[in-house]
């Protein structure tokens, strides 16, 4: 609209001019070499006009000629710059398809055609990274940090090469590197786990905060993380006997999470230790109502280490009292009537796990074990709850990255990863089914039977089922189980219960072995 009414404008000037050279005519002369020229003034200045158009022509026709050189470079770049965008977006794609060969192909076409551009580089690091050439990934990063403004790239891109190939010296170096220029999500948190990893539990809250405060995580998942290196900073101060440190971070850390076991295992102990028994047992109390824990259970019974095993069941039955008809409650109370020779108390604890519609796990089948061998001491009931133990199903424990860990850890051990472990119950193993245990130990003791006059070493001919134990071909009652020290594995560990056998009139003596799954489940026969 704006040019239209220049236009207009303009127009009406000129017809302005012309119409005021009509009304005031006049006339030119001009001498010049011998010639004399007259004209009138309209006609002159219409012959200035059309000399100065021409002049315009020609010298627009000779700049562009003298152009044409460059204007053919220029074709030619802009020709070159869309062959590169058009392989660089086959590139992509073809990184994205996980097409090696045209990534790398499209990728050298690109750097041909657009040698400056950081997507460039980019493109053929990702092609090696599919081809598997780290060397070639590596220079193409090492190029990008070069430019300040792919530096970030170029960092990042060091930092998952160095975590592939093993060095995690380089990883975090770089991930520093990155972290100081901006807090970005992956450098902080690859920063927090290295830190973590070590056990600077204070360095690795001071860069979780800045981590929250650049709102790079959302706020439960910060106040958890929070909570958990709390929790493992107090338990370094509780071993440092700083005690108020301890209690002030434990008490932080449950409030932050207040579903956080071992936070409340660690309040507890201690304000135990502080001689607080009153708020360490409601402590105790309140997790418990939320998340019966074995844990837990512990810390409760071990709060004056000087009471009696009467004592115990007391508290034991107390506790239970919050959440009755949990099984841990129930577990709770048979252990401490176990340990207080109230066999009716602990049978009575154990009768609605153990019943015909009720699968017991291992520790309730261990449980049993240990209750028929202090009182009634028969060695085929003991022999029976130890096989079904082999084949019942697991109990909860702590698991982290597949690792089962007898006790919490703020970080994978695998991984580093913090805030790994749950509590919860790994894969069943397969086993045979009940019926075909029943059998095979029904089988085992006619066997018995048949051999008593003249015992001999067990028959291994017949297999049990993967990681049972077969039931000893003994007379007598059994001797009291030997426990060997646990075997730690990776955060896993592992208790084997040896059993000896009687040995035959011509055998020295033999022993089978069983491997227990939960390290913390002993059974300790006295």
């Known amino acids: 609209m704006i040019r239209v009414l220049i236009f207009l404008l303009l127009l009406a000037a000129a017809a302005l001019g012309i119409s005021w050279l009509v009304n005031h005519p006049g006339d030119i002369s001009l001498n010049w070499q011998g010639y004399n020229v007259q004209t009138s003034v309209a006609v002159a200045a219409g012959l200035t006009a059309g000399i100065a158009l021409i002049l315009a022509l020609v010298f627009g026709f000779l700049l562009y000629?003298?152009?044409?050189p460059a204007r053919l470079a220029q074709r030619a770049k802009r020709r070159r710059?869309?062959?590169?965008?058009?392989?660089?977006?086959?590139?992509?794609?073809?990184?994205?398809?996980?097409?090696?060969?045209?990534?790398?192909?499209?990728?050298?076409?690109?750097?041909?055609?657009?040698?400056?551009?950081?997507?460039?580089l980019l493109l053929g690091a990702q092609a090696a990274q599919l081809s598997g050439d780290r060397a070639a990934a590596e220079t193409a990063f090492n190029k990008l940090t070069l430019d300040p403004a792919t530096k970030l790239l170029g960092l990042r891109g060091l930092h998952i090469e160095a975590q592939r190939r093993g060095d995690p010296a380089?990883?975090?170096?770089?991930?520093?590197?990155?972290?100081?220029?901006?807090?970005?999500s992956w450098s902080t948190k690859a920063v927090l786990d290295h830190r973590a990893a070590e056990g600077r539990w204070e360095a690795a809250l001071a860069v979780l905060e800045r981590q929250i405060a650049a709102k790079l995580i959302d706020t439960p998942t910060g106040e958890r993380q929070r909570a958990v290196l709390e929790t493992a900073l107090a338990q370094e101060k509780e071993a440092q006997a700083e005690w108020e440190q301890a209690l002030v971070l434990a008490r932080k850390a449950l409030n932050r999470a207040p579903d956080l076991i071992p936070a409340s295992v660690a309040l507890a102990r201690i304000l135990a230790r502080r001689g607080e028994l009153r708020k360490a047992a409601k402590t105790v109390e309140t997790a418990w109502e939320r998340q019966p824990h074995p844990d837990l259970a512990e810390v409760y019974l071990n709060l004056r280490p000087g009471d009696s095993n009467a004592d115990r069941l007391a508290k034991a039955r107390t506790l239970a009292k919050i959440k009755p008809a949990d099984p841990e409650s129930r577990l709770l109370v048979a252990r401490a009537a176990l340990a207080a020779r109230d066999f009716a108390a602990a049978r009575e604890a154990m009768a609605p796990l153990i019943g015909e519609d009720q699968r017991p796990t291992q520790r309730m089948c261990l449980i049993m074990a240990e209750l028929e061998d202090r009182e009634t001491g028969d060695a085929g009931k003991v022999r029976e709850w130890l096989a079904r133990s082999a084949r019942a199903p697991r109990d909860p424990v702590w698991i982290a990255d597949g690792i089962i860990a007898s006790q919490w850890a703020p970080i994978s051990p695998a991984t580093g990863r913090l805030d790994a472990f749950v509590w919860e119950k790994p894969a069943d193993r397969l086993g045979a089914p009940i019926e075909a245990e029943d059998s095979w130990i029904a089988q085992a003791e006619?066997?018995?039977?048949?051999?008593?006059?003249?015992?001999?070493?067990?028959?291994?001919?017949?297999?049990?089922?993967?990681?049972?134990?077969?039931?000893?071909?003994?007379?007598?009652?059994?001797?009291?189980p030997k426990?060997?020290?646990?075997?730690?594995?990776?955060?896993?560990?592992?208790?084997?219960?040896?059993?000896?056998?009687?040995?035959?009139?011509?055998?020295?003596?033999?022993?089978?072995?069983?491997?227990?799954?939960?390290?913390a489940d002993r059974v300790g026969f006295p």
């Open 170 to 184: 380089a990883a975090l170096h770089f991930a520093e590197e990155a972290h100081k220029i901006a807090p970005l």
């Open 65 to 68: 000629l003298w152009n044409v």
């Open 446 to 480: 006619i066997a018995q039977a048949e051999t008593a006059p003249a015992l001999a070493a067990p028959d291994m001919s017949a297999p049990p089922q993967a990681d049972s134990m077969a039931p000893a071909a003994a007379a007598e009652i059994l001797p009291p």
């Open 483 to 519: 426990a060997e020290t646990p075997a730690h594995n990776g955060g896993a560990a592992k208790q084997k219960v040896i059993f000896p056998l009687p040995a035959a009139p011509d055998d020295p003596g033999t022993a089978e072995e069983a491997d227990e799954t939960d390290a």
């Open 81 to 120: 710059k869309e062959k590169g965008y058009a392989a660089l977006s086959r590139g992509m794609i073809a990184v994205g398809a996980g097409d090696a060969h045209l990534a790398r192909k499209s990728a050298t076409e690109a750097s041909k055609h657009l040698d400056q551009e950081p997507l460039t």
